[in-house]
């Protein structure tokens, strides 16, 4: 996890682990959000605000709720794999086709972060999405039978 307080020094971090370790799973936080995409083109796996993200998160888990709104432009939500059984989380071409990103796949109970190159998602497992309200909806209209759920 890559957290400086300069989006400069995190694309650079990035840049250098990356090189060295590209094995290791990266998440990256951005103060702006137009360098997330520079964080994905050099290989990061996930990029986002986590300094106000992290603590939502956990309540969000421990809620075990279908939707939380992270901040006003960012949301975490969970859908059935409809649409996404058979693919890899990341080649699947979510964030390249709607915006938003899957961080985590649900199989039975394990929650699953890091996606080896053969994994695929499996029938009846939970997909975790990351993105904008407009993102979220973007992929609804990729995937039939979607629901996005709308902020309390």
């Known amino acids: 996890m890559i957290a400086l307080s300069n989006d400069s020094e995190a694309l650079f971090a990035a ?5 060295y370790a590209p094995e290791v799973p990266l998440i990256a936080r ?3 959000a137009r360098n997330v995409d520079r964080l994905y083109r050099v290989g990061t796996d996930f990029a986002l605000s986590l300094g106000q993200v992290a603590g939502r998160i956990l309540a969000y888990h421990i809620l075990g709720e279908d939707f ?6 960012v949301t975490l939500m969970k859908v059935d794999a409809n649409g996404l059984v058979g693919r890899h989380p990341v080649r ?3 964030r390249e086709r709607a915006g938003c990103q899957v961080v985590a796949i649900g199989r039975g109970a394990d929650i699953v972060v890091e996606f080896a ?6 029938a009846g497992d939970v997909v975790y999405l990351c993105g904008a309200p407009e993102t979220l909806a973007a992929y609804a209209r990729l995937i039939p039978g979607v629901a996005v759920p709308s902020a309390a």
């Open 92 to 94: 699947a071409g979510v």
């Open 117 to 122: 190159d053969d994994f695929a998602i499996e």
């Open 15 to 19: 840049t250098v682990v990356r090189d």
């Open 30 to 32: 951005v103060n702006q």
């Open 68 to 73: 939380l709104s992270v901040e006003p432009s």
